[in-house]
């Protein structure tokens, strides 16, 4: 059960393409957004999708797949992990922020994209 206890699976469509960083050492990182969408029915009986945007980033061979294989409005399942930072801005104040460190990617759709 210890790796259930932060885990995190989504099934979304990118925002944008993979946008790529190499480190002063090496490693290949990549961020991008991931759109996710609910979709029910509200009090009127009327249809609504609710559309939730998750910051994603990914390291090493992750990274790589992404950087080759995803563009902009790919269906992608992942999962990973929440990861928080806390950092100061150009004016002093502390920022919080949360993003999910992608461990694994599967490529959905009835075509490749690239």
Same mark, same amino acid.
């Given at each position: 059960?210890?790796?259930? +206890?932060? +885990?995190?699976?989504?099934?979304?469509?990118? !925002?944008? @393409?993979?946008? /790529?960083?190499?480190?002063?050492?090496?490693? +290949?990182?990549?961020?991008?957004?991931?759109?996710?969408n609910e979709v029910?029915?509200?009090?009127?009986?009327?249809?609504?999708?609710?559309t939730q945007w998750?910051?994603?980033?990914?390291?090493?061979? /992750?990274?790589?797949? @992404?950087?080759?294989?995803?563009?902009?409005?790919?269906?992608?399942?992942?999962?990973? +992990?929440? /990861?928080?930072? /806390?950092?100061?801005?150009?004016?002093?104040?502390?920022?919080?922020?949360?993003?999910?460190?992608?461990?694994?990617?599967?490529?959905? !759709?009835?075509?490749?994209? @690239?």
């Open positions: 059960m210890y790796a259930l +206890k932060n +885990k995190v699976q989504l099934i979304g469509n990118l !925002g944008n @393409a993979p946008e /790529v960083r190499n480190t002063e050492n090496g490693k +290949k990182l990549v961020r991008f957004s991931l759109a996710t029910y029915r509200n009090a009127n009986g009327e249809k609504v999708t609710e998750h910051n994603i980033i990914a390291w090493g061979k /992750v990274a790589e797949i @992404a950087e080759k294989f995803l563009s902009k409005g790919a269906e992608i399942c992942l999962e990973g +992990k929440l /990861v928080s930072r /806390v950092y100061t801005d150009k004016e002093g104040n502390k920022k919080h922020f949360t993003e999910i460190q992608a461990n694994e990617l599967l490529m959905l !759709g009835s075509k490749a994209v @690239a």
